[in-house]
């Protein structure tokens, strides 16, 4: 639509600029930051912190949720191997959208790792469950249950808390 040296330019005309300041404009680093909203070019951290760490935090709610309640499922119907092997995949899933996921502060940071640690452990329970290993599994889901509190009292600590899910 516009070649690289207009954008900028016609950014700023769509977003109010005067047309002086904008032909004064030919490269998004030659506006002074403060200058960059107004003109309407984009920035590398246009999207607030606090919402990237609120997204995150909601994301990591899911997540913790959706494992709690496979493992929460699995304890109830522990003699149910068919049903262990389709929440082992369900596991997998969480196992691969926590990996995926990238705290966005330095802070939430210290609170990932123990998330890994949930979903790996609710996987590994669940594999046990679906083998019929009724040890192994309450082990994991023992260290399931440390790892939350542990995730909890991080998130304490940073002065943060997991968004309410509806039941």
């Known amino acids: 639509m516009f070649s690289a040296r207009m954008r900028p330019v016609a950014l700023g005309l769509l977003w109010g600029a ?3 300041l904008c032909s ?7 506006i002074p930051r403060s200058w960059r909203v107004v003109v309407g070019v984009p920035t590398a951290h246009a999207e607030p912190d606090q919402r990237r760490g609120r997204i995150y935090l ?9 494992a709690r309640r496979l493992l929460l499922w699995t304890e109830t119907y522990i003699g149910d191997p068919e049903f262990a092997r389709f929440g082992h995949r369900m ?3 969480y196992v691969d959208m926590a990996g995926r996921l990238v705290p966005p502060e330095k802070k ?10 949930v979903v790996e452990n609710v996987e590994r329970a669940l594999d046990a ?6 040890s192994a599994f309450r082990q994991r ?3 399931v249950r440390e790892e939350l509190l542990t995730l909890e009292s991080v ?6 808390r997991l968004p309410e899910l509806s039941r």
């Open 108 to 117: 939430l940071v210290n609170a990932h790792p123990h998330l890994l640690m």
């Open 24 to 30: 004064l404009v030919n490269t998004p680093a030659s």
């Open 155 to 160: 998130l304490k600590q940073l002065k943060l």
């Open 141 to 143: 889901a023992r260290i």
């Open 129 to 134: 469950a679906a083998r019929g290993d009724t």
């Open 58 to 66: 909601a994301q990591l709610a899911m997540v913790l949720e959706g």
């Open 91 to 93: 596991a997998e899933g």
């Open 18 to 20: 005067s047309p002086l």
